[in-house]
């Protein structure tokens, strides 16, 4: 399976268990440190598609950023939402496991096994 991307956050444990668990596999996957190479809006449609999620779900609440920009609104719309995510990235839940057609946040890490065949 050589169709794996990994939206990775090196500090972050629950990513780096993400990646130990693939590498145990014997998987490589394409590891995308979206904090370095953020994801723009387009690009995030699409994960979000694969996801099956709403923008809303992609969101890290406890982030300075969530309070700051005021993100718990519930009239923002999925491309304000989108915007906010492109413009921080920091914002985005991690690790995220996508292949081709189908995504999954790793929380737990262990969520990721449910893309492995």
């Known amino acids: 399976m050589t169709d794996l991307t990994l939206y990775h956050n090196p500090r972050c444990s629950k990513s780096r268990g993400a990646l130990e668990l ?5 998987l ?3 590891v ?3 904090l370095e190479t953020p994801l723009d809006a387009a690009q995030l449609e699409a994960l979000l598609a694969k996801l099956g999620v709403g923008a809303r779900q992609l969101l890290r609440s406890g982030e300075d950023e969530y309070k700051t920009l005021n993100l718990d609104d519930a009239s ?6 989108i915007a906010a995510i492109a413009a921080h990235p920091k ?9 081709a057609d189908k995504a999954v946040i790793g929380r737990p890490a262990e969520n990721i096994l449910e893309l492995l065949p």
């Open 32 to 34: 995308v440190r979206y």
């Open 76 to 81: 923002l719309s999925e491309a304000q939402l």
């Open 28 to 30: 490589t996957p394409n």
């Open 91 to 99: 914002l985005m839940e991690r690790p995220i496991l996508a292949t």
């Open 22 to 26: 693939l590498e145990a596999r014997g």
